[in-house]
């Protein structure tokens, strides 16, 4: 069938097959269709969310009213609850705690049928720095110790609400994923004293096949070792931990390549649905990170995940990166 | 919201929603529905199949001819191969290596349209010894370090032929999954010279109110950190490393204990798609392998995995393994 790869960061191997790749006509996916209906995400209802914790709003407009543009609420069912504290503690060879955090939702816009790539430049940016507010924000509390930003789009990818949105949800250990990103990106550091994603950058920027877009400060690309097909990550060229220290400048290199990004992978896929990630190092620990480098994972939903994923972490690309990069580029 | 229960093997965090747990109503998930049509695993199409490589049939039939019970058949799209070296090798900062493995398909019966519970004990024996010997037999290939069986059932479930199955993958290395699984097993076993799975047999047979059903070899229980609703393990109570040593007397009760716990899920979620897995210990390295306990990690595809799943490896289960315990057991 072809080959294995092995990711440098956290050692998961992944069969791609190089021999028989598919095609983009080969995945049967179910696409994105807006049912409309009454929509709390929606302009003039905005008393059917939770009050407003952050809002960029026009000038003279009160809150939790119409008239704004990006908006945060608490999650109306949300995982953790912000109260209380973590108390852990054994039950026999078990291990628990209370469920404290965060869970936020942010509305990227007020118009209810718009995804990112058909946004205007300036709301793109509006959405990223009301992310990087709630970065900061939310990292004063000490409790938490990570902060997941992450966005599902459309049903097949696990959105209950068609209105598009991102989630952040703010925990209080590090997850297990994060931790293994961590350790694998540290132990590279250690030998080499480089940053294995300033590396990943220059070895993509020079053999140039995987990468879908590049602008001054971002780079987008297949990662050598996908786990999905047409799997995405978007990189900030210059080393930081963390996205909620990008400048206004960098904003606007981060709106155009995140909207063109996904423009490309919806003119391959028609309303595909979709899940990203924002990668950040953990908060309220060591401050001077020089191993981990924040990035975005982009995975749009073309395949089932089934028994041999969910067994081994072993995943099964039908597509080499370098091909998916290849026809998102339209050079194929 | 609830509770968060950490896996004490792998370290794994999960939301397990204690305030206001799901009912079984509130799950939408996908039926599974036969739709028929000429299937390559039916009775009097083995030609439609690559040759079969082990198989138990009537006296005096001959091979890929009909009256066989239970056929083992290589895939026939491999994920992968078994001709050739595996010549690791660099790219960069990655690492890769070719695709040699081995895939098989076990057909459990010649029959289109029957799950695990409609078969009767004895075919379901089979089926089982089938696996056993399969395991044994793959084992004596020393390229392999780790031997994954697996079932999905149900296009929800990624299956892609109706036809009942289960699949083998034989691979080249230990994957992630089951190696963070190995390590955690381990440094319990280093620190209580006792078997972690053993423990939790111990503990969960005590407090019994995540036990779905017991016999004199098996236990069947919903693990106190669920990843999925209704996830259900089967554990054999005496301690083994591998499915491949069980004796016959064993086989027998877990045919049992195998057929009514799918039954159990089934009469709570009408023709659900599920996956299962048989984890075990690795092949061709330590023989005497105290501190793993082989046992199946079952799934019924209830819910979406979304983005912060994938980002974290946090889940989050809306319903507590001790409810799901229940009305698996009729008593809720």
Request: proline residues 6%; hydrophobic residues 35%; contains cysteine.
């Amino acid at each position: 069938m072809g080959e294995l790869r092995r990711d440098p960061i956290v050692g998961r191997w992944v069969i791609v097959d190089t021999d028989h790749p598919a095609n983009p006509k080969d995945f049967h996916y179910e696409q994105n269709a807006y049912k409309g209906g009454v929509c709390p995400f929606c302009y003039g209802n905005e008393g059917m969310t939770p009050p407003e914790i952050e809002c960029f709003r026009e000038q003279g407009t009160s809150a939790n009213s119409s008239g704004w543009q990006v908006r945060v609420v608490a999650n109306k069912f949300p995982a953790l609850q912000i109260e209380g504290n973590l108390d852990r503690r054994p039950l026999g060879l078990y291990d628990m705690s209370n469920g404290v955090g965060a869970h936020e939702v942010i509305i990227e816009s007020p118009y209810h049928a718009k995804d990112i790539p058909d946004l205007l430049p300036h709301e793109i940016e509006n959405y990223i720095k009301m992310c990087r507010n709630r970065a900061v924000d939310l990292a004063k509390d000490k409790r938490f110790k990570y902060l997941m930003f992450f966005r599902n789009f459309g049903s097949a990818a696990g959105a209950s609400l068609e209105h598009a949105h991102t989630q952040v949800v703010a925990l209080p250990m590090v997850p297990k994923n994060v931790a293994e990103e961590i350790t694998g990106a540290k132990s590279y550091f250690d030998y080499k004293e480089r940053c294995i994603f300033c590396d990943m950058i220059r070895q993509e920027t020079q053999e140039k096949d995987r990468v879908v877009l590049e602008n001054k400060f971002f780079l987008s690309f297949c990662p050598f070792v996908s786990r999905f097909p047409f799997e995405i990550w978007i990189m900030p060229k210059k080393h930081n931990a963390y996205l909620r220290s990008i400048s206004d400048e960098e904003v606007g290199y981060l709106a155009e390549i995140l909207k063109e990004t996904i423009a490309k992978v919806k003119n391959v896929f028609p309303n595909v649905a979709y899940n990203y990630i924002i990668h950040v190092a953990p908060i309220n620990g060591e401050t001077d990170v020089e191993y981990y480098h924040w990035h975005i994972e982009f995975m749009p939903k073309l395949t089932q995940v089934a028994g041999f994923e969910w067994g081994t972490g072993f995943y099964i690309d039908p597509i080499t990166p370098e091909q998916s990069a290849k026809y998102l580029k339209g050079g194929l």
